[in-house]
């Protein structure tokens, strides 16, 4: 099994940045996926970005430009730098490991930001 651990959310204002990692631990495997996604209070949880063990990158339209997904495999950890931040990026945001092969898929616990003047 594989847990996973956010961190770096926090309040922000709008035009501000933070950037969360999430660091993985347990029995990782070399070929995995990983991904941020975001839930805002009364939405349904969405994909922001994902990354792939080879580094190939997708973003959600609206974060285009503004954040980038990044990974250290070294620390078998994963980020999100995000930047230009809107109210409209507040959220919980979790981070996601999939296992190449069978796609076992672990969750973490979430991080909350918070953007607002």
């Known amino acids: 099994q594989v847990q996973l651990v956010e961190s770096g959310g926090g309040l922000v204002q709008p035009g501000g940045s933070l950037r969360l990692s999430c660091a993985a631990s347990?029995?990782?495997?070399?070929?995995?996926?990983m991904g941020w996604y975001r839930q805002a209070p009364g939405k349904q949880r969405e994909l922001v970005a994902t990354?792939?063990?080879?580094?190939?990158?997708n973003y959600e339209h609206s974060v285009e430009g503004r954040f980038t997904i990044s990974r250290d495999n070294a620390k078998n950890t994963v980020y999100l730098q995000m930047n230009s931040l809107k109210p409209e990026d507040s959220a919980v945001y979790y981070c996601?490991?999939?296992?190449?092969?069978?796609?076992?898929?672990?969750w973490g616990q979430g991080t909350q930001v918070t953007v607002s003047s």
């Open positions: 990354i792939s063990s080879g580094g190939t990158t």
């Open positions: 996601r490991y999939q296992r190449i092969g069978d796609s076992y898929i672990s």
């Open positions: 347990g029995t990782i495997s070399r070929f995995n996926d």
